[in-house]
């Protein structure tokens, strides 16, 4: 069965541009993302992985580890690192897991049968410090990721990881957040200093809390 949320991320070890890469110790008490690609040397995937390069300082800011993965070989992904770098101007900076075997992409259910038998979809996978699966998206293969909303997500997860709150439609990082229903009216007052306005019973907006 596909993986859910709130299971355990499969733990591994597997080549990588960066050195062999054991998930859980390269994770340590971080998040991580974990993201594959159908193939090398292809033009969406070229693009994508050029774009995580220009926003690792913003995963980092979050404490967050990103991995990319593609099921060819790690010979092939270093030959491929020149032309990303000279397609979209930024040198990867994070590790490229090669799984020529398909370890990774079997124990993540990355390979979807209905789409293509071999190339993995573009699966993303947040991963809690917990090593617990907080996020999965599959896109695919035609379509690029937006990881500015990847980066999004991450800023949600660890906000209601930490406050009893959820964040409404388009939220971004700064913006109101829903006090859940679990708070009462008058517990809400404690925990939330700055107040909060009542729109219906269930939907209260607060100051995000650690603003
Ligand atoms: C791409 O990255 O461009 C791509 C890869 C596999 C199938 C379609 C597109």
Redesign the pocket.
Known sequence: MALQLGDDAPDFTADSTEGPIHLYEYLGDSWGVLFS???DF?????T?LGEVARLKSEFDKRDTKVLGLSVDSLESHQGWTGDIKDATGNTLNYPLLADPDRTVANAYGMIHPNANST?TVRSVFVIGPDKKVKLTITYP??TGRNFEEILRVIDSLQLTSSYQVATPVNWKDGEDVIITTAVSDDDAKGKFPKGFRTVKPYLRLTPQPNR
């Not at 292809?42 to 070229?46: E, G, K, M, Q």
């Open positions: 690609h159908p193939a292809t033009p969406v995937c070229t994508e190339l293969a035609s």
